[in-house]
T-cell receptor, first 111, second 118 residues
Framework: GDSVTQMEGPVTLSEEAFLTINCTYT??????LFWYVQYPGEGLQLLLK?????DKGSNKGFEATYRKETTSFHLEKGSVQVSDSAVYFC??????????FGAGTRLFVKA | GAVVSQHPSWVICKSGTSVKIECRSL??????MFWYRQFPKQSLMLMAT?????????EQGVEKDKFLINHASLTLSTLTVTSAHPEDSSFYIC??????????????FGPGTRLTVL
């Protein structure tokens, strides 16, 4: 079945460091890919998405490129801030109604 | 995007009592809503898909008699945890899909309800 695999956390970085959170997927068909973010004590919110191969989603300095050949959708940010501390979920949606989430990666950014 | 609210945001109850959680889509008519459960430091587990005017579709392993879902209108779905026990303590999150079929649709999530059963 469809699945999403994320790198295990927590990831701890200093402010202004470069961030990469790896995400790979398995799916039949042509899924859309998403990154959701959950700040402490809050629900999930969409960070960025890509709907087809080679698309790049971007938002708030975060980027991820839909790589069909490597079935990956890695999240990157060039310079993280303390306010980026949160849990990040990679997800896929193959149509219909279900979204498949990865396990989540907790990010801590130190000042 | 759609704005989704949940009520209450936090509830503590005694073991054996029932708790109702509301999920409202404030600016979007949602024929389908989803209920998730999130354990501490873990991912979201889809519990059920709630369809307006019909019975919910439960995921494997989720007790439908324990987690009662009602989707009586296009803007409201409720999850009732019946005869709650401490192991039901969790963070419950609802979401709505931006439309019914397209693969590019995102989900809009409520802020979650933290249930603690004593």
């Amino acid at each position: 079945g469809d699945s999403v695999t994320q790198m295990e956390g927590p990831v701890t970085l200093s402010e202004e460091a470069f961030l990469t959170i790896n995400c790979t997927y398995t799916a039949t068909g042509y899924p859309s890919l998403f990154w959701y973010v959950q700040y402490p004590g809050e629900g999930l919110q969409l960070l960025l998405k890509a709907t087809k191969a080679d698309d790049k989603g971007s938002n708030k300095g975060f980027e991820a490129t839909y790589r069909k050949e490597t079935t990956s959708f890695h999240l990157e940010k060039g310079s993280v801030q303390v306010s980026d501390s949160a849990v990040y979920f990679c997800a896929l949606h193959t149509g219909g109604f279900k979204t498949i989430f990865g396990a989540g990666t907790r990010l801590f950014v130190k000042a | 995007g759609a704005v989704v609210s949940q009520h209450p945001s936090w509830v503590i109850c005694k073991s054996g009592t029932s708790v109702k959680i509301e999920c409202r889509s404030l600016d979007f008519q949602a024929t389908t809503m989803f209920w998730y459960r999130q354990f501490p430091k873990q991912s979201l587990m889809l519990m059920a898909t709630s369809n307006e005017g019909s019975k919910a579709t439960y995921e494997q392993g989720v007790e439908k008699d324990k987690f009662l879902i009602n989707h009586a209108s296009l803007t409201l779905s409720t999850l009732t945890v019946t005869s709650a026990h401490p192991e039901d303590s969790s963070f419950y999150i609802c979401s709505v899909s931006s439309s019914g079929s397209g693969s590019g649709d995102e989900q809009f999530f409520g802020p979650g309800t933290r249930l603690t059963v004593l």
